[in-house]
């Protein structure tokens, strides 16, 4: 059963914007955390940013000033403006039934969607 799904991914030139959504279904819809996780080529999976249900917001280092990560309901968002070359990659979305947007969601058990993918060329 699917329960998280990515979309708003493209191929978009370097220094434009992209808007990625992530609908959650079933147990997911309700989770305390919702978190998008990035996982560049040739790389392993990386949190990128996180929202806790009290609002509590989380953002890497790497995206900071340019993402911004937002939730209605049981759907969340994610801007991404000035993208970068090494923006590129699959992101994800990730749920958890705890507040642990400190550590993008994963403190388990973690619900995982199957992935969008922005490419930025330069």
């Known amino acids: 059963q699917v329960q998280l799904v990515e979309s708003g991914g493209g191929s978009v030139q370097a220094g434009g914007s992209l808007r990625l959504s992530c609908a959650a279904y079933?147990?997911?819809?309700?989770?305390?955390?919702m978190a998008w996780h990035r996982r560049a080529p040739g790389k392993g999976r990386e949190g990128v940013a996180g929202i806790n249900s009290d609002g509590t917001i989380v953002y890497a280092d790497s995206v900071k000033g340019r993402f911004t990560i937002s939730r209605a309901g049981g759907t969340l968002y994610r801007q991404m403006n000035n993208l970068q070359v090494e923006d590129t990659g699959t992101y994800y979305c990730?749920?958890?039934?705890?507040?642990?947007?400190?550590?993008?969601?994963?403190?388990?058990?973690?619900?995982w969607g199957l992935g969008t993918q922005v490419t930025v060329a330069s």
């Open positions: 990730a749920a958890d039934p705890f507040r642990e947007a400190h550590i993008f969601c994963t403190g388990g058990p973690t619900t």
């Open positions: 079933g147990d997911a819809y309700n989770s305390d955390c």
